[in-house]
């Protein structure tokens, strides 16, 4: 991903992130099934698409303890 991609996904809500994490996953989720169907046009397609999931992931999770440490305090 380019570093104008990952900051345009740090900016987005949770909300967004979440409905983009489902996307993504249902796309993912096709492109694995139609590959066991038949040949693919651009099979990096399925590594690109499971990166992004993991980098969005890894930003509700910042997100996430970021909340858990201020409720700490």
Do not use: C, G, H, W
Request: no cysteine.
């Amino acid at each position: 991903m380019k570093r104008k991609e990952k900051e345009a996904l740090r900016n987005m809500s949770n909300e967004e992130l979440n409905a983009m994490l489902k996307d993504l996953e249902k796309e993912l989720f096709q492109l694995k099934f139609n590959k066991k169907i038949s040949p693919i046009d651009n099979p990096l397609r399925i590594r690109l698409i499971r990166r992004k999931i993991a980098f969005i992931k890894t930003i509700i999770n910042e997100r996430n303890k970021k909340v858990v440490d201020i409720s700490k305090e």
